[in-house]
């Protein structure tokens, strides 16, 4: 009896040792699982900072790259209007050179205005560019400031996920796989918004490198049809006064031969 009490004893030991020691491998699978689970979600998170930055990059690339493009456009645009503005000049400076003898004080109006004319465009000008720089700095900061609150927002979420994976060894499964899931759809949200905010200052950034455009070409034709006015009001007035001066010349010489008449 005493016997078959010690085999019990050293039986119930033995598979209480198996069952503790079965106990520890499970614990130390479920820590190895949930070290890996952290170490994925590490990797992963630092995948998609480094995705989203190179999308932030490429989006900065592409609005210099833009506005490198738009910059040109009208520095070209400008320097056609001068050089027209340089070859209605010269058109005009030889008109009166060619007549320097029959100026008057009509054809000094006439400059006075075309001066006038150029002064007021130069000034429309200056004010179409102030004013589309001071709309594409008002769209890029406001574009800046909806960026950087949304950084902030996603920092924010960031920082709330890596405390609760502090805690993740007191939650159950299911919490954990809840927790990650509603970070997940946080983050794409947000990434989302960044997107939208990028796509949207793009479009509004075409929009007002169009209007500008659109603006400048328009400006210069006009200036170009108020220049070719000019410089035909120009042309009227030194036939006129040609016509003048051959009238006068006319008279003289018909009034020379009748006191020549006279004298005989």
């Known amino acids: 009896m005493v016997y078959n009490f010690d085999c019990m004893l050293k039986e119930s030991a033995a598979a209480n040792l198996i069952l503790v020691q079965e106990n520890h491998e499970a614990e130390d699978k479920r820590l190895e ?115 950087d609150a949304l950084h902030l927002e996603r920092k924010a979420v960031d920082e709330k996920y890596r405390n609760d994976m502090e805690k993740m060894s007191k939650m159950s499964r299911e919490e954990l796989d809840k927790m990650t899931a509603d970070y997940h759809k946080i983050i794409e949200e947000k990434d989302n918004e960044l997107s939208r905010n990028q796509r949207e200052k793009d479009a509004k950034m075409d929009e007002l490198n169009k209007n500008h455009l659109d603006d400048l070409r328009e400006a210069h034709d006009n200036y170009n049809e108020l220049q070719e006015t000019s410089k035909a009001e120009m042309r009227r007035l030194h036939k006129e006064k040609e016509e003048v001066i051959r009238e006068s010349a006319a008279k003289q010489e018909e009034m020379a031969q009748k006191m020549l008449e006279m004298s005989e």
Do not use: F, G, P
């Not at 050179?97 to 054809?107: G, I």
């Not at 007021?120 to 179409?128: D, G, T, V, Y």
């Open 33 to 147: 699982s949930e070290r890996i689970a952290r170490e994925n979600e590490i990797r992963l998170r630092e995948e998609n900072e480094q995705k989203r930055e190179m999308e932030r990059s490429a989006a900065r690339e592409r609005e210099d790259r833009s506005q490198r493009e738009m910059t040109k456009a009208i520095n070209d645009a400008n320097r056609e209007v001068n050089e027209m503005k340089d070859k209605a000049h010269a058109d005009i400076t030889q008109l009166v050179m060619e007549n320097q003898k029959n100026k008057d004080d009509l054809m000094k109006e006439n400059i006075k205005l075309m001066e006038a004319k150029d002064a007021a465009n130069a000034e429309k000008l200056e004010k179409l560019t102030n004013t589309y720089q001071s709309q594409v700095k008002e769209t890029q900061e406001l574009a800046k400031q909806r960026e």
